[in-house]
């Protein structure tokens, strides 16, 4: 989805929108077990900013305007990062458990 590189979906991450309208968030799914709409791309820091940059989560996942994709820049981030994220805090209060 970001870079278009072909892959088996065992190596991909799915990404799921979790939210209605103007009001979406996406959210890692590695386990592949959350209901709704998915998207695959690699679990990579580059080809998720590829994604971002083209807006490929809005329309791959039909949510409306720039779903908020903290968790997932987190989730693929995360090898390499060591110092928490400054809106850790919001992208937890806002993606919450899943229902
Ligand atoms: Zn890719």
Known sequence: MGCRQRA???ELLRIVAVGDG???SLRPDPARSLP???ANMHPDPACFA???R???FGRALRA???PDHGAV???VDAPTTTSGQPDRAKVASK???PT
């Open 73 to 75: 820049a987190e989730y």
């Open 54 to 56: 083209r807006r490929a």
């Open 64 to 66: 409306a305007g720039v």
């Open 8 to 10: 088996p979906a065992s």
């Open 36 to 38: 709704g709409r998915g």
């Open 22 to 24: 103007a009001d979406v």
């Open 50 to 52: 590829q994604a971002v």
């Open 95 to 97: 993606v919450g458990r």
